[in-house]
């Protein structure tokens, strides 16, 4: 299932709203996930099965969707949210991964 | 906590043989998580490679199959990847992970190691 993130850079100030978008090419059904990764670093869990936040993220993200459309917002960006963002499924083999989007400071 | 390190070559030759080894501290590979590795060619998104269960089975990913291999050594805690006939395509990445939901092969994944840059070049 090719997974499909929009836009593939969204430039944001602190404070602002982000809105990113994951599309799958046929339904997952909710079996989708979220990771955050910032340079360097291997990416981080952030929402599992659509809309549940993971161990210690904070309640600035949050995801929704179902079926094919899904979107993770984070309310008002932080200064250590600005890295990139990758969806990724769990609904057939092979799981894979979205292209990535990368929210950069305006 | 839980903490999964990779290690291995960091560089590898055009039509050899790839070895990573993950070891695995405060999580025994035998207790009721899936394993796994996936890659991350550089300024490149991610790609799911293997997936297994100690003393259970190894899902892989098609685009790969022929080519992965998974082994295990509980006595020391870790698991490893080999890719065979490498080439520049190869060149990434390589992370070792846990699976986040329990008893479920095909799953997310919540603890990673720091990863292990591999470059295919003669």
């Known amino acids: 299932i090719v997974l499909t993130q929009s836009p593939a850079t969204l430039s944001l100030s602190p404070g602002e709203r982000a809105t990113l978008s994951c599309r799958a090419g046929?339904?997952?059904?909710?079996?989708l996930a979220w990771y955050q990764q910032k340079p360097g670093q291997a990416p981080r869990l952030l929402i599992y099965d659509v809309s549940n936040r993971a161990t210690g993220v904070p309640a600035r993200f949050s995801g929704s969707g179902s079926g094919t459309d899904f979107t993770l917002t984070i309310s008002s960006l932080e200064p250590e949210d600005f890295a990139v963002y990758f969806c990724q499924h769990r609904s057939i083999w092979p799981p894979t991964f979205g292209g990535g989007t990368k929210v950069e400071i305006k | 906590q839980v903490q999964l390190q990779e290690s291995g070559p960091g560089l590898v030759k055009p039509w050899e043989t790839l070895s990573l080894t993950c070891a695995v501290s405060e999580s025994s590979i035998s207790g009721g998580y899936f394993w796994g590795w996936i890659r991350q060619p550089p300024g490149k998104g991610l790609e799911w490679i293997a997936t297994?269960?100690?003393?259970?089975?190894?899902y892989s990913n098609p685009s790969l199959h022929s080519r992965v291999a998974i082994s295990v050594d509980a006595s020391k805690n870790q698991f490893s990847l080999t890719l065979a006939s490498v080439t520049a395509s190869d060149t990434a990445v390589y992370y070792c992970a846990r699976t986040f939901i329990t008893m479920s092969a095909l799953n997310y994944f919540d603890i990673w190691g720091p990863g292990s840059l591999v470059t295919v070049s003669s």
């Open positions: 297994f269960y100690y003393g259970g089975s190894t």
């Open positions: 046929q339904s997952v059904g909710t079996h």
